[in-house]
């Protein structure tokens, strides 16, 4: 059973349904108040995501220029500096964005719970984010995920790897830059030639 992903998939279809009253008894509301403070995390983690995905981004593309356009003996000084500049960043935007989510949840994801759920329903999706084997599942998703994702990493990468290339190619192409290898080459100084002068002719025997 994936109730862990319903309140992903109920965040997506909840905007139609925000600006509707409530009908909903006292009973009902109560369910779904304990059923949103249960699905808190999930509500904190995608908080997390939607912080930290922009800044990890940033720093994938941090990562070319740094090596190509700051000297080798700035670059430590020049990535720890930025690394913490990220830190900085998440570890003041997070907060915020994490109570807005939690705030956000009742008027969108708890709307969808009252108006499509039942209260018996309701009663059951609380009864599995309780039950021990949500707890054991939940507890085993990071064994899983970090699995599957050492498993994946290297097909991945060898599938993966020709494909960037030719897009980087190509968007080179596309910007009037050279391709990698010409660059590299383009910038290295070239070697003068040091063949051994040749020696003076000697005079012809008489």
Known sequence: MKVRYLSIALLVCAAPFVAAQSTASPAKKELVAKLLQLQQPEF????????????????????????????????????????????????????????????????????????????????????????????KFQQAGNEMRGSFLQKLAPEARSLMEPKLRDLEQKVRASLGLPAPAAAAAASAPRAESKAPPKAPARPASK
Request: no cysteine; proline share 8%; glycine share 4%.
């Open 44 to 135: 904190e983690q995608a908080a997390r995501g939607m912080v930290q995905q922009p800044a990890l981004q940033m720093m994938q593309q941090v990562g070319p220029v740094l090596q190509t356009q700051v000297p080798a003996d700035k670059r430590e000084a020049v990535g720890k500096a930025i690394e913490a500049d990220v830190r900085k960043y998440v570890d003041e935007t997070y907060p915020p964005v994490r109570e807005r989510a939690v705030r956000l949840a009742p008027s969108t994801v708890g709307t969808v719970l009252e108006e499509k759920f039942s209260e018996d329903e309701l009663k059951q999706l609380i009864a599995w984010y309780e039950s021990p084997v949500n707890k």
